[in-house]
Each structure stands twice: as C-alpha cells, then as structure tokens.
C-alpha cells in the first residue's frame, strides 16, 4: 500500500490503526518506519503470545546491527 498526502494529513495515524487493526486480528504484518516512534507505540498492542513472533530491528541502532547473507539460500 502507498499513502500519499501532505505533512499532517494523519498519514501515520492511518497507517498504524490499519497496523493495530491487524495485530488485534492476529494477522502478520511489516511497518516500516523512518522516525521509530509509531513503531515502537505499535509494541504496545502485540499480544503477550505474540512477542516473540515480532522482529523489531533498528537499523540507526549501530550496538545491535543487523546482517542477513543474501546468498544463503542460493
């Protein structure tokens, strides 16, 4: 999905009520979020059963890097 829309126009807040609406249906679901702090509120609605279906990365974040091998299944 792509939301377009000028600053304040409540692109954010759609986008993470259609996240929350997800996690309460048990659905899977990817937000990627420049800034960081829609993605961690987000946090606070996974199911407690879930938590550990939830791969939370922050790639600012340079004492916890992340690393995937493109070529690992090849």
Same mark, same amino acid.
């Given at each position: &999905?792509?939301? +377009?829309?000028?600053? @304040?126009?409540?692109?954010?807040? /759609? %986008? ?6 997800? *996690?309460?249906?048990?659905?899977? &679901?990817?937000? +990627?979020?420049?800034? @960081?702090?829609?993605?961690?509120? /987000? %946090? ?6 879930? *938590? ?23």
């Amino acid at each position: &999905m792509y939301i +377009i829309g000028k600053t @304040g126009m409540g692109k954010t807040t /759609l %986008l993470e009520n259609m996240a929350v609406q997800d *996690i309460q249906n048990g659905e899977g &679901m990817a937000f +990627i979020d420049p800034h @960081g702090d829609t993605a961690e509120r /987000l %946090l606070d609605f996974v199911p407690k059963e879930r *938590i550990n279906d939830v791969i939370y990365f922050n790639p600012s974040d340079i004492a916890s890097p992340i690393a995937f091998n493109v070529m690992e299944n090849v």
